[in-house]
């Protein structure tokens, strides 16, 4: 059966020295020490040794191959985003980014398709490089899961999102700068605890600052299979619910009716809670994403839905169709 994964992460080979390049900043650079190999350093610090398969897309076919999934959606890796850098220097490494992104889907057009990045510090520029990634064929954007510490929902973020609907543009959200990171180092908690609560946080700003409600045509998908954010849902509408001086200040729509109005991805690692997953919000709002290169990702794509026994029109929608309705409306 045909699949598209729509969660998947690749750089560059080489990357600029953009630190030196700006002069300030813990920007990303990679060193090559060993073949296949490259360590990322963040400033001067390692951060992550990456293998050939994540920045080499002649590589990922024939692995992709290997699970009977021809297309890929790539998009760079969130510790690139760089909101915390100053706007112009964003928008240029961002621009590079993209760049390289329409260079993959120029030269493999039938296995790759781009979701870009952009500078989402500053609304103007932000929407400027929206536009031109539009221009260059992309579908979408992935960003964030916050701009520094600011919420998706606060207003300076709602005409990026305005121009989305308008440009037709899909958006990812993607878990970075997790809460209260600095304090759980210790076991990967950021990784397994604050990403999923990350994701959740940015879908209740979203629902709750009244983004979803004002742009009904804006097309979201959230990483992880929405993190925390549906297995919490009876937690979060019961606020709204006994709460809603807090919670529904700026949008009285409950929150449980936006959960068959977005998109999320497959990687749950789980088939039960997949399947909760499936009984709350339906067949047509979940994404075949794998999270691949990475250790974290269903690097077998996909496989454990199809020992689901889910019938058939089930696993066509999460395996390829819900993806072309998210990316390009159906």
Not at 56 to 75: F, G, K, M, N, S
Not at 282 to 310: A, Q
Request: proline fraction near 8%; include cysteine; charge should be negative.
């Amino acid at each position: 059966m045909k699949k598209i994964d729509m969660h998947t992460h690749i750089l560059p080979e080489r990357l600029p020295n953009f630190a030196e390049k700006f002069g300030y900043g813990d920007f990303i650079h990679l060193v090559h020490e060993r073949e296949g190999f490259a360590n990322m350093m963040k400033g001067g610090v390692f951060f992550r040794e990456i293998a050939k398969n994540c920045w080499d897309p002649t590589v990922r076919i024939p692995e992709y191959a290997l699970y009977h999934t021809p297309v890929q959606v790539v998009c760079t890796i969130p510790v690139m985003f760089s909101y915390w850098a100053k706007p112009a220097d964003c928008l240029d490494l961002s621009m590079f980014l993209n760049d390289h992104l329409a260079g993959i889907v120029d030269d493999f057009p039938e296995n790759y398709i781009a979701l870009g990045t952009i500078p989402m510090q500053d609304t103007d520029l932000a929407i400027q490089e929206l536009e031109r990634i539009k221009d260059l064929g992309f579908p979408g954007i992935q960003i964030g899961s916050n701009v520094n510490q600011l919420n998706l929902g606060e207003p300076q973020f709602f005409p990026i999102f305005e121009a989305c609907e308008r440009l037709n543009m899909a958006v990812f959200v993607h878990p970075w700068e997790m809460m209260g990171e600095a304090d759980m180092r210790k076991y990967w908690l950021p990784w397994l605890v604050g990403m999923p609560a990350e994701t959740a946080r940015a879908a209740c700003s979203m629902i709750f600052g009244g983004v979803l409600e004002r742009l009904p045509a804006l097309r979201v998908c959230f990483a992880h299979a929405g993190g925390s954010l549906i297995p919490t849902m009876g937690r979060i509408e019961h606020g709204f619910n006994c709460r809603p001086d807090l919670v529904a200040a700026d949008n009285p729509v409950p929150p449980r009716e936006y959960l068959k109005k977005i998109w999320v991805d497959s990687a749950t690692h789980d088939p039960q809670l997949l399947q909760y997953i499936l009984d709350i919000v339906g067949d047509e709002r979940i994404c075949l994403g794998s999270d691949y290169p990475f250790p974290l990702g269903d690097l077998e794509i996909g496989r454990f839905i199809e020992k689901m026994n889910l019938p058939i029109e089930t696993v066509e929608r999460i395996f390829y169709k819900n993806t072309l309705n998210w990316l390009y409306g159906s």
